[in-house]
């Protein structure tokens, strides 16, 4: 017996119908607005599965898929299956002709961000630990 | 006998405490970013009563005034009482040290998409109507 599996193709909206609202909504979300800052930063197409563990956070493969979903039908990543791997590249270069600026804006907002995160978690791990003395 | 009033303080997050997925999802609202792209466009402050209709549709005034909360906590705008009125500035200067070129690149981007619509809508309403005729 032969089974046949039909995948439900992928919703990749025009770049006309892409809305800002949309863009932001998807970006608007940790998680999201790291995968997409990784995928922006890659020049190869990234595999989902590189991305079980955003900014050290372990993220269930079905959470995943949906953070995929949403930054797909933002009209923000390309998605392509190959086998049972799913890859992602980043529409960069059209976004850019239709929203000049704002891609690299928040990209580099979150680039920001995360440094200063990173910079005040070290600061804390320096600091010596209260000791509890009696005087 | 005198009734005291006793108004709860507005918060307005430091500027450190802002971050980019609050003023993002802040901007994600097309009624939002449509709010918050006037404020900065004008350099007075803008009172809320000017926002009653917002990309004309009318906004009832308690979904106006959540609209406001949610700008003013995403560190987007400043407010200030003046009696029964509430003045609204927008943060800019201090954003674009935190993030700069971001908030440019999202006003641009929506007067863009704006622009884009109002385009469309001119095209739709050139168009003849199609004629209901017996052949």
Chains 1, 2 share one sequence.
Do not use: W, Y
Not at 25 to 53: E, G, K, W, Y
Not at 78 to 85: M, T, W
């Amino acid at each position: 017996m032969t089974t046949l599996i039909v995948m439900r193709p992928l919703f990749h909206p025009s770049i006309e119908e892409v809305t800002v609202e949309g863009i932001l909504h998807a970006l608007s979300d940790p998680a999201r607005v790291a995968m997409f800052a990784d995928i922006v930063a890659q020049a190869c197409p990234q595999s989902c599965s590189n991305f079980l563990t955003v900014s050290d956070k372990a993220i269930p493969k079905s959470t995943l898929s949906q953070h995929f979903k949403i930054l797909r039908e933002a009209g923000l990543i390309r998605s392509e299956r190959h086998g049972v791997e799913m890859n992602n590249i980043s529409r960069c270069t059209e976004l850019e002709q239709r929203f000049p600026g704002l891609i690299r804006a928040i990209v580099t907002a979150h680039a920001i961000q995360s440094a200063d995160e990173a910079r005040a978690k070290m600061a804390a791990a320096r600091r010596p630990a209260k000791r509890l003395t009696a005087k």
